[in-house]
């Protein structure tokens, strides 16, 4: 298991875990981060990345990623 924020671009991971406290995880959720979801990374733009997930483009901050475990 690893931070999502180190996966490599290209490359599809499935979501095992979501650190954080309650609000954040569930701000997390709203966006699609559940788990066991299909997660991948588009691009990474100036310490952001951009994320598909759900037939969906999300972007989400190096932090907030480092989150979401994969």
């Known amino acids: 298991m690893m931070p999502l ?3 490599n671009v290209g490359e599809v ?5 979501i650190n954080g406290r309650d609000d ?8 699609g981060f559940v788990v066991g ?3 991948s990374v588009v691009c990474e733009l100036g ?3 951009i ?3 759900k ?3 999300v972007a989400l901050d190096r932090n907030m990623a480092m ?3 994969v």
């Open 5 to 7: 924020g180190m996966a």
């Open 13 to 17: 991971n499935i979501i095992k875990r």
């Open 24 to 31: 954040v995880r569930q701000h997390l959720a709203e966006l």
């Open 37 to 39: 979801e299909e997660v």
């Open 47 to 49: 310490g952001n990345l």
């Open 51 to 53: 994320l598909s997930i």
């Open 55 to 57: 037939d969906s483009r």
């Open 67 to 69: 989150r979401v475990m």
